[in-house]
Structure formats: C-alpha cells, structure tokens
Nanobody
Framework: QVKLVESGGGVVQPGGSLRLSCSTSGRTFDNHSMAWFRQAPGKERDVVAAISANSALTYYVDSVKGRFTISRTNTGNTVYLQMNNLTVEDTAVYYC??????????????????WGQGTQVTVSS
C-alpha cells in the first residue's frame, strides 16, 4: 500500500522557518515528480512547489519564490520543503503529492496519483 506521510509542521512567528518532510512507502518513486500543495481555510488547494523525478526541474508559485526551497533525496522517496521568512499568509495545511509533472501542475484541477494526509503550518505572532 502506497503512503505519503508529511511531518515538520507547527507554529512559528512571522519571519521564522520550518522544514517539511514527506516520506513515501510502499514502492520506489524515483521516477515520479513530487509537489507540495497548501490549503488555507475557505480556499482551494493550490500547488506551492514541485520537483521532477531527477530534480532537474523545479517549480515555485510566485508568492514563495526566494523563500521556499523544494528538494528530494537521491533515492527519490523523500521530498522536503524548506520554508524561510514565513508570513501569516503562509498559514495553511500543507499536503505532499506524487504523480506526473503535468498533472501535478494542472491549473485548477491538479491530479496527482497520491496525496499525503497534510500537516498544519501556522504563522502567528
């Protein structure tokens, strides 16, 4: 059974940092793209960052460019999201996802093969 498990969420003050991790199990995913999404209350789930299977390609939504960094292990089974200089607008549940690049980044209707259960990130003073 395939599982994606996120960790690393929490409460942090504005300007602080967090590092999210997403570990996969059940099979090897070194040839799959992975992404981080987030969903704030009352809003849609949107992609934040994505990384291709061989880490050659990365994508960031404009609002996090220069602050967030996505990376993955050489085995491809763990993906990270380093979040720096956090703002209150970054407060959301963050989800890990796995699937084809084009379906992860499909505007308005992302369609990954697998989702994680989510981890809460709260930025508050």
């Amino acid at each position: 059974q395939v599982k994606l498990v996120e960790s690393g969420g929490g409460v942090v003050q504005p300007g602080g940092s967090l590092r999210l991790s997403c570990s996969t199990s059940g099979r090897t995913f070194d040839n799959h793209s992975m992404a981080w999404f987030r969903q704030a209350p009352g809003k849609e789930r949107d992609v934040v960052a994505a990384i291709s299977a061989n880490s050659a390609l990365t994508y960031y939504v404009d609002s996090v460019k220069g602050r967030f960094t996505i990376s993955r292990t050489n085995t491809g089974n763990t993906v990270y999201l380093q979040m720096n200089n956090l703002t209150v607008e970054d407060t959301a549940v963050y989800y890990c996802a796995l699937g084809p690049w084009v379906r992860l980044l499909r505007a308005g209707s992302p369609d990954p093969d697998y989702w994680g259960q989510g981890t809460q990130v709260t930025v508050s003073s």
